[in-house]
């Protein structure tokens, strides 16, 4: 089932680029030989007007191939186009051309304007980021996701613990700005340029207000601006179980999706925030950590380093590498949290019937934990829309803390590749519906953003030659294919370089012995 959730989600979101695309181009009357979803050997066939659509074997991505536009290595020339032209077979056809459609199989993209060549290229990633766009707001319709950003850790000698700031603190607010996610608070830390901020929380009940001056953290990300906290989005959810891992140890220990949790350790529970605060943390405890594909670490149970070297866990729940220092994320620049949990005796309804499920200890350093399916508010239309654009805002804001990771050495190896997005998306299609549209969003955002970055063979690579030929620069076509070309190259490499790293979170790395 969740095989055939990735064919169709990322063929769906394959089509909407290259729908887009083909549209643009049929619209400025440009022939569109060949739509195909998917890469490799067609499997199945059929023409409609002058263009024939296929779905191929392998489904990484599709085309959509425009007459007379420059390839990854071919630039067909106008006998090319004609000789391509009359091989379009009148049958068979769904239906015949409609009358004076005829110019459209004449027409090539040597022969469309500048403006025609930008909207055909820019149509693509465009529909794209509206397909995400509308998703957000059919999400609005079902209801949004509600969270309480809370500071779940602190550390030492960083400008949050000198102002006061506590794990438990919830945030509310940042210079007077409403606080609905992590990301909010941490773009506007960074956005402060060393500024004094004032942060607005609610500890036990009671609204407090503290200000506090953020600094670069030394030695690492340099020049970006941190306070030294941990946030955690608490879920405002009831206590269905919405998501678990299937190489989990919640699942490994008999837990599933719809299962309701009635108790935990003893003491009933409502909703999905009792089960989070009945967690008593256990750091000196020994427990098995697993990756993000559910797999041990090392023999003992505890988390090895990049090199091997064990970790530890600080008493304020952050992941220590073998000098002591907390280790940071290469994307955030916040230091990484591990709090480890004892086993847990919980209790939960399935079908009517009382379950007792025994869970081992566990650390939350990784993803993929079990998830509780969450409260939804609906929104009325002008806030959903304006929810919408936020959405999308910070979803670009993260697309571009994880451009600047991959520059990195050990951002680079976080990327995601072919394989980690297809096991999202499968794991989202066992999820609810909520989960499942947010992952459909941001993968659309992240295509339509991403293929209009300024690189060889991509939309916004051959838009910079559209605009450098319309400022008069006398460029061959031959000379933009070879571009392209390399450029293909350079994204293969790339592609397969994040796919080892995506194959080798696949492998088992449990110690020897």
Known sequence: MNALAVVLVFGLIVFIHEWGHMM??????????????????SLFSFWFGETEYHLC?????????????????HMPDKADNAQHVDEVPAEPRLKPLPSGKERMLTKDWSDATGWEKASILVAGPLMNILAAMLTIFVMGQIGFQVNDVMINGVEDGMPAQQAGLQAGDIVHSINGSVVENSQQFIHAVQASGGETVSIGIKRHGEDVEISATPRSREGFNEG???LGVVLTEV??????VSLVPARSSGYSA????GDQVVELNGEPVSNGLDVLLAMAPFNDASYEAQDYYGHPLDKEGHPLGEDGERLAVSEAGFLLDASGKPLVSEVTGEPMQATV?????????RDGERIPITLPAATTMVSGGVSF?????????????LRSLDEAKYSLLGIIDGMRAIFTKEGSKSVGGPIMIFNLIGQSASSDIYTF?????????????????????????????????????????NSEATVHFVGSLILIGFILYVSFFDVLALIPRGGGG
């Open 437 to 477: 549209l947010m992952m459909f969003m941001v993968i659309n955002i992240n295509l339509g953003v991403l293929n209009l970055l300024p690189f060889p063979l991509l939309d916004g690579g051959r838009l910079v030659f559209v605009a450098l030929k319309g400022i008069g620069l006398r460029i061959s076509e």
């Open 235 to 240: 879920m405002k959810s009831s206590n269905i």
């Open 24 to 41: 643009a181009a049929k619209r400025a009357g440009i022939a569109v030989p060949t739509f195909a979803i998917g890469m490799g050997p």
């Open 254 to 257: 008999g837990l599933r999706v």
């Open 224 to 226: 970006k601006l941190s």
């Open 341 to 349: 949990f004892g086993p847990m005796a919980l209790t939960v309804e």
């Open 373 to 385: 399916r969450p409260d939804l508010m609906r929104l009325p239309f002008d806030r959903a829309l």
């Open 57 to 73: 074997a392998f489904p990484i991505g599709g085309f959509v191939k425009i007459s007379g536009m420059v390839d990854d290595g």
